[in-house]
């Protein structure tokens, strides 16, 4: 593979004077199912072959994908992708640069004890099947369940022409669970997700009985729930939740190509952005985590990147180019979902940094407001607003967890939100998930248990 893809580099450097080339090519094997109730609706299985080509030339970039590995329709799309390199030039006021990184070769190997590929489809479907019989069988007011498994292996390469060479294997385990429960004229909604890279043994741990369970009393504790007041109040946030609000009201500020779009964090770098007690990374090394992986998409090995720390707005996530921008190191947050994409800067494994309370020192001293334990969605904007959708939520009155809340939602500007903090757990968690951003990548995020002194509560999501 490397011989035939330093032919296309060759092509690119000598014939168009491109003054960086890069090819992204994949071999790997997908394995799709999705079991409703207890009958299997789709299962899918294929290979997925193909490569990226990204070219700078006259200070522009060209990119071009194709769905094959032979040296010439490569050699193809890499003079296609330098032609319209050299055609945006031209309209190009900027000259795109890159920052420097250390020249790689290297292999890496994955290691799993359980093999997905190696897993019959007929078990993963069994285990799909497991799983909606338990939540159908836990409680008659289960009506719906829908489950979905994806699995990807494989081998990704990377080659560029600053001669870094890397084969790197491909892991990704994912399992998503919905329920629906209902009792008279009202419904509720569970989810729950497993992810892991390093292999199908994950299920050892998080059981079919086990996720099957959790999902099916959660919707169904919520069909006795009330709606929460709406107001401001102290919560306090489950990592599930604290994941969520770190991912989308601070995460996405802080990958350096949305923060020199303009977002909230523009100006903040070196200044306080949260209250002291608030620290925030954004790692690629977390073993097994979802979001975690040895190379991104341009190379760059991946790093625990501290994002804030005790409260001062420290880094952002980079690329090669906005490390260059902005004069910083790449971060190795290049990613792409597949040979489809170019990298862009994307979120890997985000979390709060774990401190030293217990659970019950938190909630102690709150008279009255809410523990909110799992997330619904979330979704924020560039000047900081966001929203975040609770399914599984309680009051907490005078220092006890009290009685469930549906239907809740948090609010407000992400700023004012993180000084606001004041205390934060010492048991970490990480959630496994799948982040949009014009494309999907695989993510992690969590922390610990983590109190806000006042958010908004509000009753919908």
Request: aromatic share 8%.
């Amino acid at each position: 593979m490397k011989d035939v893809l330093s032919k296309v580099i060759e092509t690119a450097v000598k014939a168009f004077k491109a003054e960086y080339v890069e090819v992204r090519a994949q071999k790997l094997y997908k394995t799709a199912v999705t079991v409703k109730e207890a009958r299997v609706e789709a299962a899918k299985q294929g290979i997925e072959n193909g490569a990226a080509l990204r070219v700078l030339v006259k200070g522009a970039w060209g990119f071009a994908s194709v769905g094959t590995l032979d040296v010439q329709a490569l050699s193809d799309a890499v003079s296609d992708a330098c032609r319209m390199a050299k055609a945006a030039s031209a309209r190009r006021r900027l000259p795109v640069k890159l920052a420097q990184t250390k020249t790689v070769e290297d292999k890496i190997v994955s290691k799993p004890r359980k093999d997905p590929a190696e897993v019959p489809v007929e078990n993963k479907m069994n285990l799909l099947l497991s799983v909606n019989n338990t939540a159908l069988r836990e409680d008659n007011r289960v009506k719906s369940v829908t489950t979905n498994y994806l699995d990807l292996t494989g081998m990704s390469y990377f080659i560029n022409s600053e001669h870094t060479y890397i084969e790197q294997d491909k892991l990704y385990v994912f399992l998503g669970v919905s329920v629906t429960a209902k009792e008279n004229n009202l419904f509720t909604f569970s989810s729950e997700a497993v992810g892991s890279t390093s292999g199908y043994e994950v299920f050892d741990v998080e059981t079919p009985t086990k996720v099957g369970e959790t999902v099916a009393r959660r919707a169904t504790a919520q069909l006795k729930a009330k709606p929460p007041r709406g107001g401001t109040f102290p919560v306090v946030l489950a990592p599930n939740v604290v994941g969520t609000l770190v991912h989308e009201a601070f995460g996405h500020l802080a990958e350096a190509d949305l923060t020199l779009a303009g977002s909230v964090l523009s100006d903040k770098l070196e200044k306080r952005v949260a209250s002291n007690v608030v620290t925030f990374y954004d790692d690629g090394t977390v073993n097994g985590a979802f979001g975690s992986f040895k190379y991104d998409d341009e190379g760059v090995q991946a790093q625990k990147t501290l994002l804030v720390k005790d409260g001062v707005l420290v880094g952002l996530m980079h690329n090669r180019e906005t490390a260059q921008q902005l004069s910083a190191d790449p971060t190795g947050n290049a990613r792409a979902e597949d040979f489809h994409f170019e990298p862009i800067v994307r979120m890997r494994n985000t979390f709060i940094e774990a401190r030293d309370y217990t659970f019950e020192e938190l909630i102690e001293d709150v008279k009255f407001g809410y523990y909110l334990k799992s997330f619904r969605g979330g979704e924020a904007n560039l000047d900081g607003t966001f929203q975040v959708g609770i399914q599984e939520a309680y009051e907490i009155v005078r220092g006890e967890v009290g009685e469930p809340v549906r239907n809740a939602s948090i609010s407000g500007n992400t700023l004012e939100t993180l000084f606001k903090i004041d205390a934060v757990g010492k048991e970490f968690e990480l959630w496994p998930g799948l982040c949009g951003k014009g494309q999907s990548a695989c993510v992690g995020d969590g922390g610990a248990h983590t109190r806000v002194r006042e958010v908004m509560v509000g009753g919908s999501s």
